[in-house]
């Protein structure tokens, strides 16, 4: 079956329709998981909810998955001579991915070689092999006040201890360029009080390529190349489905880190390295990061737009780029409570307290995600809804 054979199998594009309503939650890396713990019924209750408004999940727009060319990816990395897409591979990757990946990371300022990068089987493992390298006895990280749970959970599982104070810590997980779940960038006086420390950096920087205003910025790593474990991934910019990422650890721990690698699962799944290769060597990913800024912005706008329409008390500062905006309401009701009111009017979204390290429910907010429901106008319904029942509920 030629690519074009296989298209006609696939659902249409984004250029003839949107995907419909994704589901409540979501998968690990991709934001906060509201099927476990204290949420999961609600979790469920939601997910069998006709005709229910998403705000949850964290999930890149379905419409803008490119399904026809990656399906002539898939279709040029079968027909390939020895057919390397279906054999085992290195632990460290796919070379030219991973020189494509490097040649990004120079572009922004980091002095990088193919060599450098380790393909990982999603971000979520590049995050993982970075914490086990700074993980030591009794050993804490410093995080935002609000940050990624799938990190937050991992340093759990990992007996490392969470600190959001500002207090003395072992080592950092940031997201410098674009922080999870508020979308404000780290400032210039916060990066260099972060490298004063001379502690070693998790740079988680997943959104980094959605910044509203432009070109990734300059990361951490192009700073402190000794001690930033640089962590990047294409969910968010093509889709989470292919399960590729990257780390480029410190030059001196690199032998270590790969051994990690090997050990946990021999190597990066090497059909969808093939598949992202074909497909970055064929198209223009520059132009396509242009065309998904601009979408996200725009929804972004016609969020905070019914934000300020029908619930102008509710306080939230507008994300400098992804796929979310973290609000502030004016009352503070039982989080699991409202959760489940909200869901009876037909729109879910992310309880704050996922964020946090401490799992603290005050002060009230949730995070509302803009990025996967599958129509504009779904927006201004999803926030009108949610002012129906805060006016039922505060």
Same mark, same amino acid.
């Given at each position: 079956m030629d690519a074009t054979a296989l298209a006609r199998h696939l659902p249409p594009s984004s250029e003839t329709r949107r995907s419909p309503t994704p589901p409540a939650s979501e998968p690990p890396r991709s934001g906060p998981r509201l099927g476990v713990g204290r949420f999961d019924l609600l979790t469920r209750r939601a997910a069998e909810t006709p005709g229910l408004i998403s705000f949850a999940g964290g999930l890149p727009a379905p419409g803008e998955f490119p399904r026809t060319k990656l399906a002539g990816s898939f279709v040029r990395a079968l027909q390939a001579p020895s057919c390397p897409a279906l054999q085992y591979g290195?632990?460290?990757?796919?070379?030219?991915?991973?020189?494509?990946? $490097?040649?990004? =990371?120079?572009?922004?300022?980091?002095?990088?070689?193919?060599?450098?990068?380790?393909?990982?089987?999603?971000?979520?493992?590049?995050?993982?092999?970075a914490a086990q390298m700074?993980?030591?006895?009794?050993?804490?990280?410093?995080?935002d006040p609000e940050s990624y749970p799938g990190a937050l959970d991992l340093f759990r599982s990992l007996g490392m201890g969470l600190v959001d104070d500002g207090s003395h810590v072992d080592a950092y997980y940031l997201m410098p360029a674009l922080p999870n779940p508020r979308g404000r960038r780290l400032s210039a006086h916060e990066r260099a009080k972060v490298l004063s420390t001379l502690r070693p950096v998790i740079e988680d920087d997943a959104y980094a390529d959605l910044c509203f205003d432009g070109a990734a910025p300059r990361p951490l790593l192009a700073e402190a190349p000794d001690r930033v474990f640089h962590v990047g991934t294409f969910s968010k910019t093509l889709c989470p489905g292919l399960r590729v990422g990257w780390l480029v650890p410190p030059r001196a721990l690199r032998a270590d880190v790969l051994k990690l690698k090997q050990a946990a699962d021999l190597q990066a799944a090497s059909l969808p390295q093939a598949i992202l290769e074909d497909y970055l060597r064929n198209e223009d990913f520059d132009q396509r990061l242009v065309r998904l800024r601009e979408f996200y912005a725009r929804r972004a706008a016609r969020m905070?737009?019914?934000?300020?329409r029908y619930l102008p008390r509710w306080k939230f500062e507008p994300p400098a780029g992804g796929f979310a905006i973290w609000v502030?309401?004016? $009352?503070?009701?039982?989080e699991a409570f409202f959760l489940a009111a909200a869901i009876e009017h037909g729109?879910?979204?992310?309880?704050?307290?996922?964020?946090? $390290?401490?799992?603290?429910?005050?002060?009230?907010?949730?995070? =509302?995600?803009?990025s996967s429901v599958s129509r504009d106008e779904d927006l201004d319904e999803g926030v009108r809804r949610l002012s129906r029942c805060w006016s039922e509920v505060a």
């Open positions: 290195w632990p460290e990757g796919d070379e030219d991915l991973r020189s494509w990946i $490097a040649g990004q =990371l120079r572009r922004r300022g980091a002095s990088v070689a193919r060599d450098d990068i380790i393909v990982t089987s999603g971000a979520q493992q590049a995050v993982s092999l700074v993980r030591g006895p009794h050993a804490r990280i410093g995080v905070e737009q019914a934000l300020r502030e309401p004016d $009352a503070e009701p039982n729109v879910a979204f992310d309880p704050g307290s996922l964020f946090r $390290a401490s799992g603290a429910v005050r002060p009230f907010a949730l995070r =509302l995600c803009f």
